[in-house]
């Protein structure tokens, strides 16, 4: 079965920029829709970002409109998040999925909470503090 596994979470300063990588094994991430999510402390999880299986469409939190750029390598079986200009409200644990529910997020179309996943990632930790 698809197995997501992230890295490139870390500790950076107001301002700066990070580079978030999902790579998947067992399947390939072709025929998939993928997408972020982010979960801080205290809080419920909301979606970051999301991108269509051919990179033709994307969509984004509002407040991350602008300073993150979600994007995908076919061939390396991968899925970007590259976000600049971190704040502190970007502070969570980011996990990367894969599955009908980004397949709609990537259209702009409303999903439930029961909306299919095929595979998730365990998350990475990014925390932005000075």
């Known amino acids: 079965q698809l197995h997501l596994v992230e890295s490139g979470g870390g500790l950076v300063q107001p301002g700066g920029s990070l580079l978030l990588s999902c790579v998947a094994s067992?399947?390939?991430?072709?025929?998939?829709?993928v997408g972020w999510v982010r979960q801080a402390p205290g809080k419920e999880r909301e979606g970051v970002s999301c991108?269509?299986?051919?990179?033709?469409?994307?969509n984004y939190l509002d407040s991350v409109k602008g300073r993150f750029t979600i994007s995908r390598d076919n061939a390396k079986n991968t899925v970007y998040l590259l976000m600049n200009s971190l704040k502190p409200d970007d502070t969570a644990v980011y996990y990367c999925?894969?599955?009908?529910?980004?397949?709609?997020?990537?259209?702009?179309?409303?999903?439930?909470?029961?909306?299919?996943?095929?595979?998730w990632g365990r998350g990475t930790l990014v925390i932005v503090s000075s």
């Open positions: 991108i269509s299986s051919s990179g033709s469409s994307s």
């Open positions: 999925g894969a599955g009908e529910l980004f397949r709609r997020c990537a259209h702009g179309e409303r999903a439930s909470a029961g909306t299919g996943v095929d595979a």
């Open positions: 067992g399947s390939t991430l072709d025929y998939y829709a």
